[in-house]
Structure formats: C-alpha cells, structure tokens
C-alpha cells in the first residue's frame, strides 16, 4: 500500500530542468523513481551548454527565468509539454545581449536555441512560491521585488527587465526567492564574505538597478548570493545594506 501511495503522489509532480542556454524541460517525477548504479539520464544536453538549476513541481505552478543580461521570463508550468527523461527540452527563454532593454515575446514558443547570444546565459531558476523576487548583480547592487511584478507570458520569449544594468552594477549573477524574516549570505569572489537581513534590502520596482549590498574593491565581483534561517534578535555580525 505504501509503495503505491507513493507512487500515485510522484505521478502528481514532476521535475523540471533548467539550462545556461534557456532551455528548460519537464518530465515526472515517477520516472526516477528506479535509480541505477550508474545514474539515469536526467536531460539530453546541447553540446556547449551547462544544467543550471532543477526543481520539483506541482505540475500547476509558475517559472521564472533569469538571464545575466537583467531580463526574466515568467510562463505558466502547462506551457511546457511533458517529455522523457532522454530529451533535451524546449525554449524557456529568448537569450539577448547586456544592454538590450527591448521587452516582448517575439517568437515565443520557438525550440531553436542555437542562435543564442553567446555573452548571454541562464544564471537563475524560480518555481514561485511565497516571497518577494530577490536580485543581486556582480558588483553587489541588488533589491526585492514584488512577485506580482512580473508579467505571466508565454514560454520562449524575450521576458522582461528584471533589474536595470549598467557598468556600475555588472551582470546579474543571482536571482532568488525570500521573505522578510530571512538572512542573506553574500560572497564575492576574493573570499569577502557578508550578511545582511532580507528586511534591510528595499522593495523596488523591475526596472531599477537596486541598492549596494556589499561594497567591493577594484577587481572584486559577487559570484552568489544563499538564503539561510534566521537567527535570534540578538545574534551577532549581521551588517545592514547600504544605500547606492
């Protein structure tokens, strides 16, 4: 009884992948559920292209996508049509390049990822859940933003600005999702490490560009940002972001 209650529940979810060049793919979960010694193909991969995120699903949830170039692509989980564990998936997202801030969904649905821009990729995966949308970019600047924000599209297009770039603030390199009560774990790529509350970081709107988070010398770049339980009131070391 207890292997087909377990089974009946995988058959409800599924997993989704993600990938550097915006292709994204849904198959059950129930199809991994007889691991091998030697692993099980999870997702057929492009030659040139890098697994950069996966999630389980409810089969009725919402996806965001993350580009560096500061754009995110939102669509519906149904969009997506169910594949084997041997294919390679679909369009997820449109990649362009830093510094194109055109929004639209111009040949949204289109599978043919091969004319992706190649100083663009995929740096974030969000199956949205509770909590506002955090963004951080290269040079430390980030900020929340309300879910409700961003635009539900089709699959396969351009997507919208998710945060505003410029030489400044560099290429966005995280994109996840958090409440108030949440610490935040900053780490650059010099070994500098800070952390902040969630609730010090402002609520702004997509297209802006954020607050400084963590204050970086000539050099230094934020190579990621990690969500982590919140401690007690009186915990020591936790600094406040610091305005632009």
Known sequence: VHDLEQTSAEDRRYVLFATQKGVVKRTPLADYSRPRSAGLIAIDLREGDELIGAAVTNGEQEIMLFSDAGKVARFRETDLRVLSRQASGVRGIRLTAIG?????????GDDDANDT?????VIGLIVIGDGDVLTVSERGYGKRTDVADFPVRKRGGKGVIAQSLTDKTGALVSAIQVQATDELMLIADSGKLIRTRVSEVRVLGRNTQGVRLIRLEEGEA??????????GEDEAGTEPATGA
């Open 100 to 108: 194109d801030d055109s929004e639209g969904e111009d040949d949204a």
């Open 117 to 121: 821009p190649v100083n663009a990729k």
């Open 222 to 231: 934020l190579m990621g940002v990690d969500r982590i339980e919140a401690q």
